[in-house]
């Protein structure tokens, strides 16, 4: 009569591990699965460069539509330049001095005495952003969630 007991409950018990597991059959078995969990996309980590500069630089609003503008400009020239493949190289330097000072003007006329001011930002910032961040001392690392598969037995 134990033995019924104990075949009945150790039965149920397999019944109910074997019945709860999820179905592993499409991967491959004893591989553990890892998860990386890590901050929402899209959130902002700074300021935008146009705001930086607008705080930087004193800025009005309209002197920063003005310089976007500008810029967008610019870089849809540079982005032609490079598919025409006449931006890179020696042959294309003055082409590049060109644009530059093109852009410089254009910039100047918006911003006058506050033009050497925007070089310069935008060489730090640039500065800023190409740098690999160093890792700030007890910074966390993203979690990584583990879930160990076992191996059913033959």
């Known amino acids: 009569m134990k033995i019924a007991k104990y075949l009945i409950l ?6 109910f591990m ?8 499409s991967k491959k078995p004893g591989k553990a699965k890892t998860t990386q969990v890590s901050k929402k996309k899209g959130a902002k980590k700074g300021p935008s460069i146009w705001a930086a500069m607008k705080k930087k630089l004193s800025l009005s609003d309209d002197q920063v539509k003005k310089v976007q503008a500008i810029s967008s400009k610019y870089n849809k020239k ?3 330049l490079k598919k025409a493949k006449k931006w ?6 003055k082409v590049r001095e060109k644009v530059g000072k093109d ?7 918006v911003l006058g005495t506050k033009t050497e001011s ?5 060489k730090d910032w640039t500065a800023k952003k190409s740098k690999p961040k160093a890792k700030k001392k007890g910074a966390k690392k993203p979690v ?11």
Do not use: H
């Open 10 to 15: 150790s039965l149920l018990v397999f019944g």
């Open 18 to 25: 074997t019945s709860c597991k999820p179905d592993n059959k």
């Open 78 to 80: 540079v982005s032609e």
């Open 88 to 93: 890179d190289g020696d042959k294309n330097k």
């Open 103 to 109: 852009r410089i003007a254009e910039i100047r006329k």
């Open 118 to 122: 925007y070089q310069k930002f935008m």
């Open 144 to 154: 990584k969630k583990t879930t160990k598969k076992v191996q059913k037995k033959k």
